[in-house]
Nanobody, 123 residues
Framework: QVQLVESGGGLVQPGGSLRLSCAAS????????MRWYRQVSGLQRELVAS???????TYADSMKGRVTISRDNAKNTVYLQMNSLRPEDTAVYYC?????????????????WGQGTQVTVSQ
């Protein structure tokens, strides 16, 4: 199995910054793309940014120009630097990774999800 644990969320004032981290652990054979999603209460989960194992990044329009995704392959960790935060950025932010887990007799490739971290942007 692969576990993803997000951290770094919290309360921040409008215009502020936060850096989210997501560490993968467990019986990891390899990690391919990693992504950050967010979900506003009552709405569908939406993609914020993604990064390949080679470091190629893509961003959704909703936060483009205000976020930077990066990763440290040696630490199996992906980051999301968020700047100029707005109240409408308030959401639960989830980490997601396409990864292969080692099992006793084989491997398993699938998409894994973290439990999410709350980001609240408010005065």
């Amino acid at each position: 199995q692969v576990q993803l644990v997000e951290s770094g969320g919290g309360l921040v004032q409008p215009g502020g910054s936060l850096r989210l981290s997501c560490a993968a652990s467990g019986s990891i054979f390899s990690i391919d793309d990693m992504r950050w999603y967010r979900q506003v209460s009552g709405l569908q989960r939406e993609l914020v940014a993604s990064i390949t194992s080679d470091g190629v990044t893509t961003y959704a329009d909703s936060m483009k120009g205000r976020v930077t995704i990066s990763r440290d392959n040696a630490k199996n960790t992906v980051y999301l630097q968020m700047n100029s935060l707005r109240p409408e950025d308030t959401a639960v932010y989830y980490c997601n990774a396409d990864a292969t887990a080692r099992r006793t007799d084989d491997t398993l490739w699938r998409t894994w999800w973290g439990q999410g971290t709350q980001v609240t942007v408010s005065q």
